[in-house]
């Protein structure tokens, strides 16, 4: 196989990774998109492409292991802006602040900056707003508890 062909199939499978009909995850389209994924990989291991949906396949399962795959891409072809701005998402998404800082410097000066730093506020936004959200729902849930609890206590 052409190694083009492959980036497109495992392209394909993945971005329709979703049912179009329940908006469920359908693994085996992640699969499919992973053998094309690998197979293009044996044929040129440096393509970006591929690359690329090895890292979205990989974020799939561990945002660490999508930030060190593509975080490997990026120093081999290290001068292209666009690849820092992807690592910094990755990066972002598994929590690597520091590193996700350290990326963002390299997008500087480039039509990809504005864009990176605003996905990491996302990213980041979301990774603390999860956390409250968990707490609010314990704070709530003990203290639907605490009535009953004091209410027995009064009753003995």
């Known amino acids: 196989y052409n190694y083009y062909l492959c980036a497109w199939m495992g392209e394909l499978a993945f971005y ?16 499919l998109a992973r053998a094309w994924c690998d197979r ?7 393509d970006q492409q591929l ?4 890292a979205n396949l990989l974020a799939l399962e561990s945002p660490g292991q999508a930030a060190e795959c593509w975080k490997k891409y990026v120093e ?5 802006p666009h690849h820092h701005a992807m690592l910094v998402e990755f990066q972002a998404r598994a929590g690597d602040y520091d590193e996700a800082m ?7 000066g480039s039509g990809y900056y ?17 956390p409250l959200a968990a707490a ?6 003990a203290s639907t508890n605490q009535p009953a ?4 206590a009064f009753s003995r």
């Open 114 to 130: 504005e864009e990176a730093r605003k996905q990491m506020q996302d990213i980041l936004a979301g990774h603390i707003r999860a």
């Open 40 to 46: 293009g990989l044996a044929l040129n291991y440096y």
């Open 102 to 108: 350290d990326s963002l410097e390299w997008t500087k």
């Open 16 to 31: 329709r990774r979703f049912d179009e009909f329940n908006g469920k995850l359908q693994s085996d389209r992640v699969e």
């Open 51 to 54: 690359r690329a949906l090895k």
């Open 136 to 141: 609010k729902m314990a704070a709530s849930a």
């Open 76 to 80: 081999w072809d290290f001068w292209n």
């Open 149 to 152: 609890a004091a209410s027995d």
